[in-house]
């Protein structure tokens, strides 16, 4: 029965643990879109690029970029 219980709140930490760094993402995208997404993926690539473009020549389509990355 201890066994189960482990099992179930480690689960549930790993559960939590993304959840709250995807909130942590979501608060970084609201103020500097191409960093969340940077931070999300990894990695400079294709994503960040057209991210950092989109926030360039207007915030908005960045912002809502990068929101659509983190939460798909």
Known sequence: MNKKREEAF????ATLSKMVSTLILVIIALFVPPLAVYLHENSCNNVT???LILT???????LI????VILK
């Open 49 to 51: 690029i057209l991210n």
């Open 65 to 68: 970029h990068a929101l659509w």
């Open 10 to 13: 480690s689960d549930l930490l």
């Open 56 to 62: 360039i020549l207007f915030f908005l389509p960045g």
